[in-house]
């Protein structure tokens, strides 16, 4: 069954699916079922922390390039609100980590903010400026 995992792992997935479905909890494998389920909520907590970076970024840009803001930036923001609102929804129990979360996504989002406008790293707060509430509320 390892054999499987290791070379095809749609295969593998497939299988595994069809056995748990008929109830052949023997036949499954278990260890690596169990591995991949880990594996997802780690990826979920991950798609939090990206979304989380997307809108700490334009919230940065929006804040400190005053002069470039748009339609276009206000329309990511909402949109990255919005998403972030569905994440959850799928996802309650990730609002548990949303402090964790928060400041991972800033820490990425304040190093591409001084990329992205050219601004010194320390135009920027070393602390996240909001919190999740925040930075969820509809003014940007």
Not at 50 to 58: A, K
Request: aromatic share 10%.
């Amino acid at each position: 069954m390892s054999d499987l995992y290791d070379r095809d792992f749609y295969a593998w997935s497939n299988e595994q699916a069809t056995l748990l479905r008929a109830g052949n909890l023997a036949a499954a494998d278990i260890a690596h079922i169990a591995e991949e389920i880990e594996s997802m909520g780690r990826s979920e907590k991950r798609e939090l922390v990206s979304r989380l970076t997307v809108l700490l970024l334009h919230l940065l840009k929006w804040r400190y390039q005053t002069e470039r803001r748009s339609r276009s930036w206000e329309l990511s923001i909402d949109n990255s609100r919005f998403a972030l609102v569905k994440h959850l929804a799928d996802n309650p129990s990730l609002k548990a980590s949303l402090t964790e979360a928060l400041e991972t996504a800033y820490y990425t989002a304040r190093r591409d903010a001084a990329i992205e406008t050219g601004m010194p790293l320390e135009t920027f707060p070393a602390d996240c400026p909001w919190t999740f509430e925040q930075a969820m509320q509809d003014a940007a």
